[in-house]
């Protein structure tokens, strides 16, 4: 089942009060063929499409409760807020034993790191093939902003807030808009939070994942830093 027909099943004021960009929905299906091929997760189990469902609806709770903190009437879904699906993934796959060693929210998280990466490509530029010198490095700007600054992103800043916090990094709104000319306005900040999920993914950036918030920086500095699994 598809994100857009599940996306019909919420309630009306969910479906206006919580808008989630195409972008993010591709990453909460791909969520589910990970899933499938996971060596950590018991094929036995099946992944079904409730997995998605449920994911869909826990990004949509977050999205909402944003919403009621900060007093708005709608806000966009981040990829931060895919770590809100974590608990969905855990409810419906059975571990093996190796995925049992390694923990049940390390297991989903990691889930969701895969699929970004593996969306990435689709929609920028393949870091890997940059390496090999196939294609030219969009990224260097903002590696080199990231070598001098750090970006924290929290599950609660108003979409003011975030939008304004992804446009101070240079070079990133050039590479949304040189790979995602068509892209509507309102996607565009989530756009952008995707580049940087996707560089750190292929090791081009730091991160660090400390409850729901996510930290970009430097990384060599990062390496240094908690992870969500040691917080």
Same mark, same amino acid.
């Given at each position: ?22 972008? +993010? ?39 909402? !409760? ?18 809100? +699906? ?56 903002? +590696?080199?902003?990231? =070598? ?17 916090? !992804? ?14 000319? =068509? ?19 292929? =090791? ?17 500095? =990062?390496l240094f830093e908690p992870d969500e699994d040691e917080a």
């Amino acid at each position: 089942m598809a994100i857009t027909d599940q996306e019909a099943r919420l309630a009306p004021n969910q479906r206006e009060r919580v808008v989630v960009p195409a972008m +993010v929905r591709r990453i909460l299906e791909r969520i589910a063929f990970e899933a499938r091929e996971s060596e950590h997760i018991d094929e036995r189990s099946g992944v079904s499409a409730r997995l998605t469902i449920s994911a869909l609806e826990h990004l949509v709770a977050a999205c909402e !409760l944003r919403t009621l903190r900060n007093g708005t009437a709608q806000t966009q879904a981040r990829l931060t807020d895919l770590l809100a +699906v974590i608990p969905a993934v855990n409810g419906k796959v059975e571990l093996v034993y190796e995925g049992e060693q390694e923990g049940a929210a390390g297991v989903a998280l990691s889930l969701v790191r895969k699929a970004i990466r593996r969306e990435f490509p689709a929609v920028f530029p393949d870091p890997e093939s940059i390496k090999k010198g196939k294609v030219e490095d969009p990224y260097q700007p903002i +590696v080199a902003w990231f =070598n001098r600054h750090e970006l924290a992103l929290t599950k609660d800043q108003t979409d003011a807030e975030y939008s304004a916090a !992804l446009a101070g990094i240079t070079g990133l709104q050039e590479v949304v808009s040189k790979y995602c000319p =068509n892209l509507p306005d309102a996607e565009r900040p989530a756009a952008m939070e995707f580049v940087l999920h996707g560089m750190a993914a292929f =090791n081009e950036i730091g991160q660090s994942i400390i409850g729901s918030d996510v930290t970009f920086g430097d990384l060599i500095g =990062n390496l240094f830093e908690p992870d969500e699994d040691e917080a």
